[in-house]
């Protein structure tokens, strides 16, 4: 059973949830980062079967402003590329949330199961990276923290 990409309205919907002063757009799948992170998602058989990429200073803002990690520290880190402690956990949340976009009563379950970068990504997990059989990206600006984009990738 396949999993769907999410439209506009349910990304903004779930977000809208955690974030405030969000803003989402589409925007085309070559404007992403070369190495983005990345959230993957497993069936309930274990079988990866969808990501979520997003750029790092995306990555940085959502899980900063989840747990209202002052703007200018989430700025500072996102510079310097960093993803850690408090920040990463709170990305990890905001990916597990995602799950929803994925699934509807005609779908069958997914979960998330990690973030992590391309190179840690196995090789069904790059296969659906490189060719998924559907995709969905968008551009989302975080008010006082910043922007980045977001990808929705189904094998």
């Keep these: 059973m396949s999993f769907h990409t999410p439209k506009i309205v349910d990304l903004r919907s779930v977000l809208d949830l955690l974030l405030s002063g969000l803003k989402v757009v589409d925007c085309k799948a070559d404007l992403i980062s070369p190495d983005p992170l990345i959230g993957v998602f497993i069936d309930d058989d274990g079988h990866s079967v969808a990501l979520v990429v997003c750029d790092l200073p995306l990555g940085v803002y959502m899980g900063a402003a989840m747990v209202m990690i002052p703007p200018p520290a ?24 995602l799950s929803r976009v994925f699934m509807s009563k005609d779908t069958a379950h997914l979960q998330y199961s990690r973030t992590c970068v391309r190179a840690e990504l196995s090789d069904v997990e790059q296969a659906i990276f490189t060719n998924p059989g559907k995709q969905v990206y968008f551009d989302v600006s975080i008010d006082r923290y910043g922007d980045g984009k977001i990808g929705f990738l189904v094998a």
């Design 74 to 97: 989430a700025k500072e880190a996102a510079a310097a590329g960093e993803l850690s402690g408090m920040v990463k956990d709170s990305l990890n949340e905001v990916m597990n949330i």
